[in-house]
């Protein structure tokens, strides 16, 4: 019985090794649409003298959500992070390549990281309400950036913000309490709020449902559907079962590289590059 166990993990191990040596060409599937909301070209990443992503292309269209999977430290975060220029803060990362945002380079040297970050928000893995009230949590974005001018119209933003966030009937009475005085699945739709409160054209998460129990989930994941009749939406998930049921497309990240894009249905049941297979199936990962 040993023997077999032995003999199975060798094997796997040695398909795994030849399918990462397999993988020397192009993205397969598609990478690219007609109606392109941000375009990623030759994208290449580097901490220090360590490079994370290999020569990524990729387009997420208008009003579309794409899914991002593979392995623990496949590029996939560190992809995402690049796209609001939130790797900006690390000292020793480089990146070359393009990142064009409705035509324009979001990394040209006179591009304003504040304004882009209103354009492009981001959802994190764990919730991170201010310690602030509710109200406040999701007025903060809209007073900075000077998009209300009297009361009346930073309380239609603050409902309008919760409404599309599904949670103005669970908070409306209690606007003035701590944020952070929620449950999980109530905090991570309050960042939601906030994040859509200034009117972003783009909204990325990141793992954002990995924290929360699974009705929680399922209220995120319905919420991303109708976000995504207004916002384009890029998420990263562990989860290839949530993949499956947000996202239109779903791309595929091993050791830094892009594997495979697709429309999600293909990708879970008829992959096109044997990588994609071998995760999708279990055989590593």
């Given at each position: 019985?040993?023997?077999?166990?032995?003999?199975?993990l060798?094997?796997?191990?040695?398909?795994?090794?030849?399918?990462?040596?397999?993988?020397?060409?192009?993205?397969?599937?598609?990478?690219?649409?007609?109606?392109?909301?941000?375009?990623?070209?030759?994208?290449?990443?580097?901490?220090?003298?360590?490079?994370?992503?290999?020569?990524?292309?990729?387009?997420?269209?208008?009003?579309?959500?794409?899914?991002?999977?593979?392995?623990?430290?496949?590029?996939?975060?560190?992809?995402?992070?690049?796209?609001?220029?939130m790797?900006?803060?690390?000292?020793?990362?480089?990146?070359?390549?393009?990142?064009?945002?409705?035509?324009?380079?979001?990394?040209?040297?006179?591009?304003?990281v504040?304004?882009?970050?209103?354009?492009?928000?981001?959802?994190?893995?764990?919730?991170?309400?201010?310690?602030?009230?509710?109200y406040?949590?999701?007025?903060y974005?809209?007073?900075?950036?000077?998009?209300?001018?009297?009361?009346?119209?930073?309380?239609?933003?603050?409902?309008?913000?919760?409404?599309?966030?599904?949670?103005?009937?669970?908070?409306?009475?209690?606007?003035?309490?701590?944020?952070?005085?929620?449950?999980?699945?109530?905090?991570?739709?309050?960042?939601?709020?906030?994040?859509?409160?200034?009117?972003?054209?783009?909204?990325?998460?990141?793992?954002?449902?990995?924290?929360?129990?699974?009705?929680?989930?399922?209220?995120?994941?319905?919420?991303?559907?109708?976000?995504?009749?207004?916002?384009?939406?890029?998420?990263?998930t562990?989860?290839?079962?949530?993949?499956?049921?947000?996202?239109?497309r779903?791309?595929?990240?091993?050791?830094?590289?892009?594997?495979?894009?697709?429309?999600?249905?293909?990708?879970?049941?008829?992959?096109?590059?044997?990588?994609?297979?071998?995760?999708?199936?279990?055989?590593?990962?």
């Amino acid at each position: 019985m040993k023997e077999t166990q032995t003999e199975n993990l060798t094997e796997r191990a040695e398909q795994k090794d030849h399918l990462q040596q397999e993988h020397t060409g192009e993205t397969v599937g598609t990478s690219f649409c007609n109606d392109a909301k941000m375009s990623m070209r030759n994208v290449n990443v580097y901490y220090g003298d360590k490079q994370a992503i290999h020569n990524v292309s990729l387009d997420i269209g208008r009003n579309e959500v794409v899914a991002m999977i593979g392995p623990s430290g496949c590029g996939k975060s560190t992809f995402l992070r690049c796209m609001n220029r939130m790797n900006d803060t690390i000292e020793s990362c480089r990146i070359d390549g393009e990142f064009i945002l409705d035509g324009a380079d979001i990394y040209h040297a006179k591009q304003d990281v504040v304004p882009l970050r209103a354009k492009v928000g981001m959802v994190f893995q764990k919730p991170n309400p201010f310690p602030k009230s509710i109200y406040d949590n999701v007025a903060y974005g809209p007073r900075v950036h000077g998009l209300a001018d009297r009361r009346s119209d930073l309380d239609e933003i603050v409902e309008v913000s919760l409404r599309r966030a599904g949670l103005w009937e669970e908070v409306k009475d209690r606007l003035n309490s701590p944020g952070t005085g929620l449950s999980g699945g109530q905090q991570q739709r309050l960042c939601i709020a906030r994040t859509i409160a200034v009117s972003p054209e783009v909204i990325l998460m990141d793992e954002p449902c990995s924290a929360l129990d699974p009705i929680a989930t399922a209220k995120i994941e319905e919420l991303i559907a109708e976000l995504s009749e207004n916002f384009t939406i890029a998420i990263v998930t562990h989860s290839m079962q949530q993949a499956a049921r947000v996202s239109d497309r779903t791309a595929y990240f091993h050791m830094g590289k892009l594997i495979e894009v697709n429309d999600t249905k293909r990708v879970f049941t008829n992959p096109e590059h044997d990588l994609t297979e071998a995760y999708i199936t279990g055989r590593f990962g």
